[in-house]
């Protein structure tokens, strides 16, 4: 019952947003309020119920279509439940950090809110057509977000998103279609291990399923519609752009796809290591040669995705808790850099980085955090993400030995674009005269910066805070798949 | 009585509204009135006797009551009832309401009956009161030459259609000796002589004619481009979902042994009238031409679901015709409206969610529910279709579910395309803020809550078709 609250809660907040009158400041403190709830209902559910969320706790399970075997079946388990949280974190971090938004703030927050409920909806759904559905409701939220409120480039962006994450999404329905009606239900829980089917059948059933999900990550080379996207999202989009929308993918690849389709999906783990180190290289690559800072942020956003592909991949406790932790670690770091880059350019008017330089005599605030979250994304250890990616490259190791240290090769490359841009962005001489006059973040815009720098070092630190909550369930997941 | 109760108070109500019409000067508000309160009465009438559980066969069995004619009797009674609502104000500006209200209660009438026919020149008869009076409902605007064009196209075409229908059925009559469906089943068994596949596909074109479906679809853009916006959004719905319930019927009572014959024409009828009516909606400007070439391809989308119609799919499939027809008749006689207060150039759309936010998301809603996106109406309506298709076993059915799937994201473009001049372009001169019309804002907000909540309609809906009684 509590997980159903919390997916809808959003849903009144985005009908309230449009019930209240047209004004900035009681808009902003009432989104902020409606978006508290959800996330004060996560963290009371980690601290009851964070012991026993091994399968599928705090479920719910009411049929729906009698006829097709669907249900409205929601549960929060070990797998979901770092995602879970994040997303109404993110939410709420998104709210404080939408200073860039002023035109049709409520429309704008309603958007926000309605894609916060697909977004729940997912890491709660334990029914495929459920898990489809919510995976769809985020789509609109998103494509207005970035349609109305992006840069000057936004509506050719925004469609490109649309189209093609729709196109993946139709082809992972035709998948989840074949399994239930070859399983005859859809119920997660009664397909777990393949519900009965043959290993050619789920072969046949996975292909579909995990295009649909790489394209939604997006693995490289299914990530052409990204960057368009990235670029031209106002900041507070980018925060749940990055932070949430690409585990939609991952975790249905951790969650849905190999768990369900043990045998199916078995085939084509090492492609998708491939893949994972594939996005890893070719990030860091492609990131080094971008000009604009928030483009070279997208780039190592999609590069550090790869590793969550690389350790679900390598079917073992250390790689799948590795994965299953990155999703959040990479959240925090991305929401991070996202806002940052957002600050910067807001007080600089330009993102390019070659017209940037100096920022940290100005700007301490902002540079030092930029270089925190710099630091984190080359995984340095003490941040949440070297936990994570190390897991995932130990893991990788053990089952896929080449990918495992074509990945370690990668967190070199990505030191290297990290530190150029650091160096060109926050150090050095004072590029221009006019940047004498910038101010650093004020509260305002801190207040949605630190929470996401506290976290990374929190869970830098004490990794187990998460990583004790999940194993049960990852070690659900082994106990199907097989693997230690 | 009661079998035919529906049947009666639209008689009933049909020569009230005339009646209105013929003794009182300004007529307008109580031809509305009474015309609003008699299709409502046909659909309370409809659900009771659903509800009750009312079945059984009359008139010698050449008329029959089960859940599945109910259901689709409240189906063009309801879409019925928006309609009314719809042309109160169009019809009040030239004055002549009652006649047009009661050419939409005639259709009612014909429609209804249609449904519950069992008898081949029944259902010819039935047909043909549902369709002389929308020719004159398409022709029916005069003050715009469009109206009188389509009108014509529509007559002319629609004759030939009736033509082609009753060689049809007069022939199938000559192969079986009998035009009820019951004994036309005996007939059709083991292989078909020459003559009676004959007979079936000239019946099959005549219905495809009236389905608009491709490549008998090319009255449909300028019909409904000419008609007035309320006749349009009815005959696209209402009359077309009892038009294919009485097919379901004939084909499934009437000829089940030949259904490889048959369920073989729908599917290659199925791809052609799903793409010819995406491509060429894609190269629309006007909206409501767009939404004509839409229609076509939706008749390809339930097309889809008789193809399914063999093997393990006949339950799915028949289930998939009335979910969809339903999930239908919400998003595409709420797009009409639309169109109705906004205007039918797509420039007119421009900006709208600045200038009438309301209209706009309701349009929004209704163009993603015509993609098929989930949780709205017409995702359930493409879910079951695929769902019907899997267990029939065969290649030619997965093409069609596979085309199904590629014509879906094929249409994302034009109903997106109206969704991004609504909010991302800016308002131009051409935007009509609101031309009033309560009653038909009334009933696109009503249309677009239930395109929105059919997730929870499903839930007694797909337990209605479940029991419907066919198959």
């Known amino acids: ?484 | 009585m009661v079998a035919i109760l529906p049947e009666l108070i639209s008689t009933g109500f049909l020569i009230l509204v005339l009646l209105v019409g013929a003794f009182s000067e300004s007529n307008t508000g109580a031809a509305v009135g009474l015309a609003a309160i008699g299709t409502l009465a046909v659909f309370v009438s409809s659900a009771v006797l659903l509800a009750t559980g009312f079945s059984g066969s009359f008139f010698g069995g050449g008329y029959v009551v089960d859940g599945f004619a109910l259901y689709f009797k409240l189906i063009v009674a309801g879409s019925a009832f928006f309609a009314v609502l719809a042309a109160a104000r169009w019809s009040g500006q030239t004055g002549d309401a009652p006649e047009y209200l009661t050419l939409i209660l005639s259709v009612v009438l014909g429609s209804t009956l249609l449904v519950s026919m069992r008898d081949l020149f029944g259902i010819f008869l039935a047909i043909e009161l549902a369709t002389i009076p929308s020719y004159a409902m398409v022709a029916f605007d005069r003050s715009r030459r469009e109206s009188a064009e389509g009108g014509m196209k529509y007559l002319i075409t629609g004759v030939i259609a009736s033509s082609v229908l009753l060689y049809g059925i007069v022939l199938i009559y000559g192969v079986s000796g009998s035009a009820m469906l019951s004994d036309v089943a005996d007939t059709f068994t083991g292989s078909l002589t020459p003559v009676a596949v004959l007979g079936l596909v000239l019946m099959i074109s005549g219905f495809a004619f009236k389905l608009s479906a491709a490549p008998f679809h090319f009255w449909t853009p300028d019909a409904y481009q000419g008609a007035p916006t309320s006749a349009a959004a009815f005959l696209s719905v209402g009359p077309k979902a009892a038009t294919f319930a009485v097919l379901l019927r004939i084909l499934l009572e009437g000829m089940p042994e030949a259904a490889p014959t048959w369920t073989a024409v729908m599917a290659f009828l199925a791809i052609i009238t799903m793409f010819v009516g995406n491509l060429f909606a894609l190269r629309q400007r006007n909206v409501r031409r767009m939404l004509a070439y839409s229609s076509v391809a939706h008749s390809g989308y339930i097309l889809a679901a008789f193809a399914a119609l063999q093997g393990g799919g006949v339950a799915f499939a028949v289930q998939a015709v009335l979910i969809y027809t339903a999930a239908y008749a919400v998003m595409n006689m709420g797009a009409f409206l639309v169109i109705d207060l906004v205007g039918e150039d797509a420039k007119s759309y421009n900006g709208l969610v600045r200038t009438n936010p309301g209209v706009a998301a309701s349009m929004a809603l209704f163009m993603a529910a015509l993609v098929g996106i989930p949780p709205l109406s017409g995702f359930f309506g493409k879910l079951w279709i695929i769902i019907a298709g899997a267990p029939t076993g065969s290649v030619l059915v997965y093409i069609v579910v596979g085309a199904l799937v590629v014509n879906t994201v094929l249409s994302v473009p034009y109903y997106f395309g109206i969704i991004r001049n609504m909010i991302f372009e800016e308002p131009t001169t051409d935007t009509v803020t609101s031309k009033g019309g309560a009653a038909v804002r009334f009933s696109v907000y009503v249309l677009a809550v239930l395109a929105t909540l059919f997730g929870l309609l499903i839930v007694p809906l797909s337990a209605l078709v479940g029991a419907s009684g066919l198959a």
């Open chain 1, 1 to 484: 019952m509590i997980t159903t609250v919390t997916i809808l809660i959003p849903l009144l907040g985005a009908i309230l947003m449009m019930l209240l009158p047209d004004e900035e400041r009681l808009l902003r403190y009432a989104a902020l309020g409606v978006a508290a709830v959800p996330l004060l209902l996560t963290v009371y559910v980690y601290f009851a119920f964070g012991d026993d969320l091994g399968v599928a706790a705090l479920s719910q399970d009411v049929t729906w279509i009698r006829s097709l075997n669907i249900g409205y079946r929601v549960g929060l388990n070990g797998l979901g439940f770092g995602m879970f949280f994040l997303s109404t974190f993110l939410t709420v971090i998104a709210i404080l950090a939408s200073w860039d938004v002023s035109r049709n703030l409520k429309q704008y927050f309603a958007a926000l809110f309605v894609a916060e409920v697909g977004m729940l909806g997912v890491f709660a759904a334990q029914d495929l057509i459920l898990f489809y559905i919510f995976f769809e409701i985020t789509l609109i939220p998103m494509y207005l977000l970035v349609g109305v409120w992006g840069d000057e480039n936004r509506r050719p962006a925004a469609i490109k998103f649309f189209i093609y994450t729709f196109l993946g999404s139709t082809v992972m329905l035709a998948g989840f279609l074949a399994f239930g009606i070859l399983a005859d239900t859809y119920s997660m829980d009664a397909l777990g291990g393949g519900g009965g089917l043959s290993r050619t059948a789920q072969v046949a059933v996975a292909a579909p399923i995990l295009f649909g999900l790489l394209v939604k990550v997006p693995a490289v080379p299914l990530h052409s519609w990204l960057l368009d996207v990235y670029v031209s999202s106002p900041t507070s989009t980018n925060v749940l752009l990055s932070g949430v929308l690409p585990k939609l993918g991952t975790y249905g690849l951790i969650a849905v796809a190999i768990p369900l389709l043990p045998q199916g999906v078995e085939p084509f783990l090492p492609y998708i290591a491939a893949f994972g180190v594939v996005n890893i290289v070719y990030g860091a690559f492609v990131a080094f040669l971008q000009p604009d800072l928030k483009a070279l942020v997208a780039y190592s956003s999609i590069g550090t995705l790869g590793f969550i592909l690389l350790g679900a991949a390598s079917g073992n406790s250390v790689g799948l808790n590795g994965a299953v932790f990155q999703q959040v670690s990479h959240g925090l770091y991305s929401a991070l850099l996202f806002i940052l880059v957002g600050v910067i350019a807001a007080r600089t008017g330009t993102r390019r980085i070659e017209e940037l330089g100096g920022l940290a005599a100005r700007m301490p605030w902002v540079g030092g955090l930029l270089a925190l979250g710099a630091l984190a994304a080359m995984g340095l250890p003490g941040l949440a993400v070297f936990v994570s990616e190390f897991m995932s490259i130990m893991g990788a190791y053990a089952a896929f030995p080449v990918q495992g240290v074509l990945a370690a090769l990668g967190i070199i490359l990505s030191a290297m674009y990290l530190l150029y841009m650091l160096g060109r962005v926050i150090f050095g001489p004072i590029e221009r005269p006019e940047y004498d006059e910038i101010v650093d973040a004020g509260p305002a815009e801190m207040v949605s910066i630190v929470p996401l720098a506290v976290l990374l070092v929190v869970l830098g630190i004490f990794p187990a805070l998460l990583i004790s909550l999940q194993r049960p369930a990852v070690d659900a997941v082994l106990s199907v798949i097989g693997g230690s």
